[in-house]
């Protein structure tokens, strides 16, 4: 197995064929409204309108650059956008794969109208918010339902896999990992090692929702991705609630407090728990916010 553009792909020959094309995806430089469109097209929180220099367009273009191991430097820089444009384009192929759109999606880098009805369309099918935007989770499930369609050789008489080995952690303390865990929905014992069936089963799940490697071990790559997606997620919650919200990478008694703030406003069950769904919601309800 090996990543590309953030997707677990199979070894399989159309899978192939995707990867290969993709590494020619990028035909010209992108003006930045192309740029901008791109990256709130595949889940990222920036104005389709706006200046590389403004704060939540660096925010954006940081975050994807930090996620996918790019120069980090807040601009148009050339491997952002070749990464961006090898993620188009291989999104549109598998788009056009599962959803055959007519007319077919062009294998192109850019991210416009066609595009956004064909991902709303494939949303539809899979019971996801049906937004138009490629987030990552609905990449992981295009990709998946590109593996699934594909026949696999069954291996039959394998060993058991090794047990897997405590992580060392360098980006929080396992408390604040388990934290991470049931602030995101996942019922795991607070007293238990990460090691704990339970907690691998939740590691394992987000780690395949964020396109890493599913060890079930909270390894460099997936304390990165954590801290990502919470610093994003009080982010966006600091922009919907108007507050003074601190941008941090832990799921605490004052994140708890503006899930449960945000959840109140717009109708949901005032749990204080962001599981997926309220995740996506507060990413749809933050675009909105800040093209309004």
């Known amino acids: ?17 995707l990867c290969q094309s993709a590494y020619a995806a990028r035909t010209q430089d992108y003006t930045v409204d192309q740029f901008l469109s791109v990256l709130n097209g595949l889940g990222y929180a920036v104005p389709t309108q706006g200046a590389i220099g403004d704060a939540q367009v660096q925010q954006g273009v940081r975050q994807f650059q930090i996620e996918f191991r790019l120069p980090v430097d807040g601009r148009m820089n050339i491997p952002t956008q070749d990464r961006l444009a090898e993620i188009v384009r291989t999104l ?15 294998g192109s880098q850019f991210y416009g109208k066609q595009t956004e009805s064909a991902v709303r369309q494939f949303q539809q099918q899979n019971r996801l918010p049906a937004t138009g935007i490629a ?3 609905t990449r992981q499930r295009l990709n998946d339902v590109l593996n699934d369609a594909i026949p696999r ?11 897997v080995q405590s992580s060392t952690l360098s980006i929080y303390t396992e408390p604040q990992v388990k934290a991470i865990l049931t602030g995101f929905g996942y019922d795991i014992n607070q007293q238990a090692p990460l090691s704990d069936a339970p907690t691998q089963r939740a590691i394992r799940e987000i780690q395949k929702i964020y396109g890493l490697s599913e060890t079930g071990q909270v390894d460099r790559a997936t304390e990165e991705k954590l ?7 009080r982010n966006n919650l600091k922009a919907i609630l108007r507050s003074d919200f601190a941008i941090a990478q832990y799921y605490d008694p004052a994140t708890q407090a503006a899930v449960r703030q945000f959840q109140s406003r717009f ?4 749990t204080g728990v962001a599981n997926l769904e309220t995740r996506s919601r507060i990413d749809i309800e933050a675009r909105r916010f800040r093209r309004g």
């Open 92 to 106: 549109q192929l598998g788009l056009n794969r599962t959803v055959t759109p007519n007319p077919q999606l062009p």
């Open 267 to 270: 109708g949901l069950r005032a």
């Open 153 to 163: 050789s069954q291996v039959t008489g394998s060993a058991p896999s090794a047990p």
């Open 1 to 17: 197995m090996r990543r590309i553009s953030g997707w677990i792909v199979g070894s399989v020959a159309a899978s192939l064929v």
């Open 135 to 137: 987030t990552l989770e």
């Open 227 to 233: 801290s990502s997606v919470m610093r994003n997620l």
